[in-house]
């Protein structure tokens, strides 16, 4: 994925995700990490021209956003399925699957374990972390 193609996802999910739920643009901080689609001239353009707060993130930080973790189970479920999806629409029902049977105290332990991921980092004054 490319800065281009992630505008639009932004344009169409998260503008469209903000008015589904009647969340005003000034209402929420935005999170991400440094990925270069991410911090890419074109996507900081649409953030500011859409006035979205965007949350700072240090430059030399692990994975501190918990969600990647949730997309490494759900991949790893999915990788050991009996065969490969044979379409992407196989494939995106697979995802949805996996993703309702994640149970909820697997989230909790993400939760629950950003204390010591935060007090972990700042002792290491934002160099990585061996998690």
């Known amino acids: 994925m490319n800065a281009r ?13 903000l008015s589904d739920h009647n969340i005003p643009i000034d209402g929420f901080t935005f999170q991400q990490d440094n990925d270069p689609k991410h911090t890419a001239n074109v996507s900081r353009r649409w953030l500011e021209s859409h006035n979205i707060r965007v949350l700072p993130w240090p430059a030399r930080t692990p994975e501190m956003n918990i969600i990647e973790h949730v997309w490494e189970l759900i991949d790893q479920r999915i990788r050991q399925r009996p065969h490969a999806a044979r379409s992407l ?15 909820e105290s697997y989230i909790r332990s993400l939760y629950d374990s950003m204390i010591k991921r935060v007090a972990d980092l700042k002792e290491a004054q934002g160099w990585n972390v061996p998690w």
């Open 5 to 17: 193609k992630y505008t639009k996802i932004l344009n169409e999910a998260l503008l469209g995700t």
């Open 89 to 103: 629409d196989e494939l995106w029902e697979w995802i949805q699957q996996e993703w309702y049977s994640i149970p």
